[in-house]
Structures are given as structure tokens and as C-alpha cells.
Nanobody, 121 residues
Framework: QLVESGGGVVQTGGSLRLSCAISEHTFWGAMGWFRQAPGKEREFVAAMSWGGGTTTYADSVKGRFTISQDNTKNAVYLQMTNLLPADTAVYYC?????????????????WGQGTQVTVSS
């Protein structure tokens, strides 16, 4: 139901745009991006209310990453700029169980398969 794409290998300072295709067009709700680096737990990256009125970012990506959506395409995006080696991870999109500013609870039933982002130094 959620399919990520857009990952790849980039150099430090580069950019990538990740996409999350949502298969159910009646699938309305807040969406988020998470990432998991090797040997680490999955961590929150960014979230957006459906409609875009509210967004939240992890401190580590503020000012570099932007979450957006296209309702006509049933898709959510993560534009990543000024990438750092610390951003290397598998990135996942998720539908929220609960979301309000600075509080996001992922719905465990709605995870994509992930897309790999590798930033070389």
C-alpha cells in the first residue's frame, strides 16, 4: 500500500527526492518519513498532516529536508538537500496512527518496504 522510491548514492552536499506512492485513494491521513541506519533503531524524520497544514521535522534534518504531498497523485515526498554521510539509511514512509505538532505515532500496519539512501564522503 505504500511504495517508496527515489533512493540512491550521492556525495556529501548532494540532493535526492524520495517518493511514497499511496495505493488507496481513499487513504487519507497524516504521513511521515522514518529512517533506519545499520545497527540503529528506526528514527523519525518528518511528518505532515494530510492537507499540509502542519509539519514536523527531526532536529537533525531541519532546514535541509522538506516533506510535501500531491493529493492528485496520492503521493508524499521527501526532498533532501545538503545531504551528509549521517543521513545514510533506509528511508520508510508511514501513515500516522496519531499526529499533532511534535507528536507522531506510526501506524504499524502501514509501512513501505523502504528505499536506500547512501551518502558518500
Amino acid at each position: 500500500q505504500l511504495v517508496e522510491s527515489g533512493g540512491g548514492v550521492v556525495q556529501t552536499g548532494g540532493s535526492l527526492r524520495l517518493s511514497c506512492a499511496i495505493s488507496e485513494h481513499t487513504f487519507w491521513g497524516a504521513m511521515g518519513w522514518f529512517r533506519q541506519a545499520p545497527g540503529k533503531e528506526r528514527e523519525f524524520v518528518a511528518a505532515m498532516s494530510w492537507g499540509g497544514g502542519t509539519t514536523t521535522y527531526a532536529d537533525s534534518v531541519k532546514g535541509r529536508f522538506t516533506i510535501s504531498q500531491d493529493n492528485t497523485k496520492n503521493a508524499v515526498y521527501l526532498q533532501m538537500t545538503n545531504l551528509l554521510p549521517a543521513d545514510t539509511a533506509v528511508y520508510y514512509c508511514n501513515k500516522a496512527s496519531t499526529y499533532r505538532t511534535n507528536h507522531y505515532e506510526p501506524d504499524p500496519n502501514y509501512w513501505g518496504q523502504g528505499t536506500q539512501v547512501t551518502v558518500s564522503s
